[in-house]
């Protein structure tokens, strides 16, 4: 059984910072790209961050230079490091690695950025 647990978000002042964990099991996570997504109440789910199974990386453009994607295959745990938060950064955070053709998606974690 495939699960997918996040964590690591919650309420934070403009210009601080979060790091998001997603821990994986039930899939082979070296053999998964993965992807962090995020949605924003009244939008559509806006691709955030990639790393691919070799490590590279890529980032959209509103958070490259503030956000790091990473993994550790040796704790099934995929990170998204976010600095220098916006207001506009808040959204609901998904994980969602993928292995082949099948894509798996976590059940959110909310980012909430507010004085």
């Known amino acids: 059984q495939v699960q997918l647990v996040e964590s690591g978000g919650g309420l934070v002042q403009p210009g601080g910072s979060l790091r998001l964990s997603c821990a994986v099991s039930?899939?082979?996570?070296?053999?998964?790209?993965v992807r962090w997504y995020r949605q924003a109440p009244g939008s559509q789910r806006e691709l955030v961050a990639t790393?691919?199974?070799?490590?590279?990386?890529d980032y959209a453009a509103s958070v490259k230079g503030r956000f790091t994607i990473s993994r550790d295959n040796t704790k099934n745990t995929a990170y998204l490091q976010m600095k220098v938060l916006k207001p506009e950064d808040t959204a609901v955070y998904y994980c969602?690695?993928?292995?082949?053709?099948?894509?798996?998606w976590g059940q959110g974690t909310q980012v909430t950025v507010a004085s």
């Open positions: 790393i691919t199974i070799g490590g590279s990386t």
């Open positions: 039930g899939i082979a996570f070296s053999a998964c790209v």
């Open positions: 969602s690695p993928r292995q082949v053709t099948n894509t798996y």
